[in-house]
């Protein structure tokens, strides 16, 4: 089942500014991954962050973790037309099968140039 | 980075046939291989958990009949949609746990976009 939020569902900006976007879950994680889809393509794994980790970057990407309030965001600074994508966060939860990730519902961004 | 395939990318088949997928982990032994389907502007919902050499975990509301998977090797797994019907289009995603270490990244396949008429 889904237990990843994300939100917004759709977030239109202009090229140069900054995106965020939001994803909360519901059961203790062991980690915390973003992917990024471009359309009828598959996912291109962006960045993880650890459940004892509060913030990573990578680039111009820039992920937080709250596990109090079991919520991550990813910010994508200075973006381009490239950038255009669907987002999806994903947990690996901290009991279970291993590895079996968890899907965000994804917010599809589109950067205008 | 590691590379996983996907074959066919494509395929449009006829109500009734049975279409199968293969996934395959190009340069890492993968012993876990996960199976996913997307819904246009949807999620991806897990179908299936395929180990090396037993068979495959599915999730809960996915028929074992329905959507055969073989891991037969360490580096490759099918799916097989079987007597297939128009609601069974989907877009169909594998990705491969690697083994060792953490174990935390799984790679993507391209995807696999199934069209039943």
């Known amino acids: 089942s889904q237990q990843g939020e994300e939100d917004p569902q759709a977030l239109s900006i202009q090229e140069g500014e900054n995106a965020t976007m939001n994803c909360s879950y519901k059961?203790?994680?062991?980690?915390l991954q973003w992917y990024r889809q471009n359309s009828g393509r598959g996912l291109v794994h962006l960045i993880l962050i650890r459940s004892n980790e509060r913030e990573k970057h990578s680039g111009r990407l820039r992920v937080t973790l709250d596990t109090s309030k079991k919520s991550s965001s990813l910010l994508i600074t200075a973006s381009r037309a490239a950038d255009t994508a669907s987002y999806f966060c994903a947990t690996d939860p901290s009991s279970g099968s291993a590895r079996q990730l968890t899907f965000g519902s994804g917010t599809q961004l589109t950067v205008l140039p | 980075g590691a590379v996983v395939s996907q074959h066919p990318s494509r395929v449009i088949c006829k109500s009734g046939t049975s279409v199968k997928i293969e996934c395959r982990s190009l340069?890492?032994?993968?012993?876990?291989m996960f199976w996913y389907r997307q819904f246009p502007k949807k999620s991806l919902m897990l179908m299936a958990t395929?180990?090396?050499?037993?068979?495959?975990?599915?999730e809960q509301g996915v028929e074992k009949d329905k959507f055969l998977i073989n891991h037969a090797s360490l580096t490759l797994s099918t799916l097989t949609v079987t007597s297939a019907h128009p609601e069974d289009s989907s877009f169909y995603i594998c990705?491969?746990?690697?083994?060792?270490?953490?174990?935390?990244?799984?790679?993507f396949g391209p995807g696999t976009r199934l069209l039943v008429l």
């Open positions: 059961t203790s994680i062991n980690n």
């Open positions: 340069d890492f032994q993968a012993t876990t």
């Open positions: 990705s491969a746990s690697r083994p060792g270490g953490a174990g935390e990244t799984q790679y």
């Open positions: 395929s180990n090396e050499g037993s068979k495959a975990t599915y």
